[in-house]
């Protein structure tokens, strides 16, 4: 399997957000507790990218997109975080996702 299959496979099946979850610890009690609001796991997301964490923050976007499949913009985040990963199949597809939903926003057409 190669190291982008890896990743991907990473990305899907491991466990997101647990209670004392790395990924939660330092966050305000109402960012963890609310964390698959859209606009709040926008901003995990970058932070965890901001933070080195492409991963983490791919498995925060993928379980947001569970519970909000309609939020363009975590397609979008979702598609950029791939594609820092090396995953562009997976990157191109949210990211064209994120565009049929919201079609007059001219930063997916770019981002593609």
Not at 10 to 39: H, I, Q, W, Y
Not at 68 to 84: I, Y
Request: glycine share 6%.
């Amino acid at each position: 399997m190669s190291k982008a299959a890896q990743v991907s496979q990473r990305v899907v099946d491991e466990p997101l957000l647990r209670p004392g979850s790395k990924v939660l610890m330092g966050l305000s009690a109402e960012v963890a507790s609310d964390v698959f609001d859209a606009e709040k796991t926008l901003g995990l997301a970058r932070q965890l990218r901001r933070e080195s964490k492409p991963v983490e923050a791919s498995r925060v976007l993928v379980r947001a997109l569970r519970n909000h499949p309609e939020a363009a913009r975590v397609h979008a985040e979702l598609g950029l975080t791939l594609f820092s990963l090396g995953l562009m199949d997976q990157a191109v597809r949210a990211l064209e996702r994120a565009l049929h939903l919201e079609p007059g926003i001219k930063q997916y057409q770019v981002n593609l």
